[in-house]
């Protein structure tokens, strides 16, 4: 499974009544595909894996893999408890999906050992390529990156840290492994675009953009950009964009994600609002956001 390109989490719409919008979240993941994804990360952190039911996850990924058809892989999240991380594998695989993107138990402290077991009893049953998300509590060293890296079916590595002395220990301890060159290093830090140049020196190409989910002409310029050295477009960009953007988003807790839905409706497709815990935006940063987004996509015009 090889990615390319901008890598699109896809928000959950929800309806009125709070249920799942299938209709709409098709045509949110077919506007991200004709928009050049790279790959389709369904009911992850973006599409609040948090708040979904396995049931949920599972359909979304039944509408994502429909909808691809093919065109791009298709990967949706995974975690918490063990068994309920093997019933929600257990439901991605029978979706179809291409792989699973494993996130950490949530509020336990575990040994690296006890992430070494964890990761093996899931991806030894889960049936797919598994790409293991470090964050939180999950933080790891490089000696048990490279034997989470070792598990068989474990394709990837996913940072949501941001610890890139730590991070680059791991990927020099991961591509010294026998076919280590082809493991796949992923920077999942909020708003990635901000540090993928950072991540691109410790050898970390590959990065999850929540912009390209409501600003996909955003979000393909920059990482032209970066990818041709424009660092003019890609110093703009962060400058008028992307940084005032991150102190948006930062004033309160959840807007990584409460943010990215009301994007997705400034631009034309109402997708609801976010589950509890969660709030959605204020009406006066809804309307900051609007002008952030009119500037960016302006800069990328010029």
Sequence with gaps: MKFQGVLFFPVTPFRPDGTLDGERLARHIEAGVAAGAGGVFVACGTGEFHALTPAEIEEATRIAVATTAGRV???????GPVP??????????????????????YLVTAPQQGLVRYAREVTSAAGLPVIFYQRGTARLTEATAAEIA??????????????????????????????????AFFNGLPTAEMTAAAYQGVGVDLYSSAVFAFAPEIATAFHRALGEGD????????????????????EVPG??????????????????????????PTPEHVARLAKLIDHGLEAVRA
């Excluded at 892989?73 to 975690?79: E, S, T, W």
């Excluded at 960009?237 to 953007?245: K, M, R």
């Excluded at 589950?275 to 959605?280: E, N, S």
């Design 73 to 79: 892989p298709v990967l949706a999240a995974a975690g």
């Design 84 to 105: 309920v991380a093997l019933d929600q594998a257990a439901r991605i695989r029978a979706a179809g999906a291409d792989g699973i993107l494993l996130l950490p138990p």
């Design 150 to 183: 070792s598990l068989p079916g474990v394709v990837g590595l996913k940072d949501g840290i941001g610890d890139l002395e730590r991070m680059h220990r791991i990927v020099r301890t991961v591509r010294a492994l026998p076919g280590g060159e082809d493991f």
């Design 231 to 250: 660092e003019a477009l890609v110093t703009r960009l962060l400058d008028e964009f992307y940084g005032p953007l991150v102190e948006l988003r930062d």
């Design 255 to 280: 807007y990584s994600v409460s943010l990215i839905k009301a994007g997705v409706t400034l631009r034309g497709l109402d997708v609801g609002g976010v589950r509890a815990p969660l709030l959605d």
